[in-house]
């Protein structure tokens, strides 16, 4: 059984910084693909970045470019989600999923159950 469990969020001021972790189980995590999305409320759940099985980066966020970073390490079966120069905007739960297709395509299967950002102005 695939679980995946998000981590690391919270209250933060703008222009602060956080890092989301995703643990996984159940799952070869070195041949998934892993993606970040995010839900604020009120709002459609977004796309955010995804990585490939073999490190490729998609950014589906073009508000996020330059702030946000992925990173996966496949020892620990942890994804990881750096966030920069945090915005009001940003503030959302953030969900990671995984996907069997190990490049960064279609909608993946799996999901977490989320971890809440709430960045203040």
């Known amino acids: 059984q695939v679980e995946l469990a998000e981590s690391g969020g919270g209250l933060v001021q703008a222009g602060g910084s956080l890092r989301l972790s995703c643990t996984a189980s159940?799952?070869?995590?070195?041949?998934?693909?892993m993606h970040w999305f995010r839900q604020a409320p009120g709002k459609e759940r977004e796309a955010v970045l995804c990585?490939?099985?073999?490190?490729?980066?998609?950014y589906y966020a073009d508000s996020v470019k330059g702030r946000f970073t992925i990173s996966r390490d496949n020892a620990k079966n942890t994804l990881y989600l750096q966030m920069n120069s945090l915005k009001p905007e940003d503030t959302a739960m953030y969900f990671c999923?995984?996907?069997?297709?190990?490049?960064?395509?279609?909608?993946?299967?799996?999901w977490g159950q989320g971890t809440q950002v709430t960045v203040s102005s």
């Open positions: 990585i490939s099985f073999n490190g490729l980066i998609a």
């Open positions: 999923a995984a996907d069997r297709n190990g490049y960064c395509s279609g909608s993946p299967p799996y």
């Open positions: 159940g799952l070869n995590f070195d041949r998934y693909a």
